[in-house]
């Protein structure tokens, strides 16, 4: 199974590596975004506009982040599946910011190979054969 992407503007001064994604919280709560491919996020962060469903919510946030520009934001870890191309990952480690840009982190992207290509502008995800997460 695989998912291909491609270079885009971003925030930055150059392309980045960004993938159309879906993300499911179970039936009928599921949105699609183009995320940013980041191998360098802990975590897959998703902006809370993105959801026009209530997501569940806790009295306390379950981990302080910090972010690329140094600043720590409270936030709740959630574990929606989430789909690339046809390779579809369930309990994915993630959280909801309340602002920002849709991000792929390494609690999804481990579990796949990953092959970026910045000069011919690819990005390819595919599975690893025998080796699935838990």
């Not at 949105?31 to 996020?41: E, F, I, P, R």
């Not at 919510?57 to 409270?74: C, F, N, T, Y």
């Amino acid at each position: 199974m695989e998912a291909r992407g491609s270079y885009a503007e971003g925030e930055g001064i150059s392309l980045a590596p960004k993938l159309r994604v879906g993300i499911g919280f179970g039936r009928g709560s599921v949105v699609g975004a183009s995320a940013l491919v980041d191998t360098g996020a802990d975590v897959c962060a998703f902006p809370s506009s993105l959801f026009p469903f209530r997501l569940a919510e806790k009295r306390e946030p379950d981990v302080v982040l910090e972010m690329a520009d140094g600043s720590w934001v409270p936030s709740q870890v959630l574990y929606p599946s989430i789909t690339a191309g046809d390779i579809r990952e369930r309990g994915i480690a993630s959280v909801i910011l309340p602002g920002g840009v849709p991000i792929l982190g390494r609690s999804f992207l481990n579990r796949l190979a990953v092959r970026l290509t910045a000069q011919y502008g690819l990005v390819h995800l595919r599975t690893l054969k025998g080796l699935r997460a838990p």
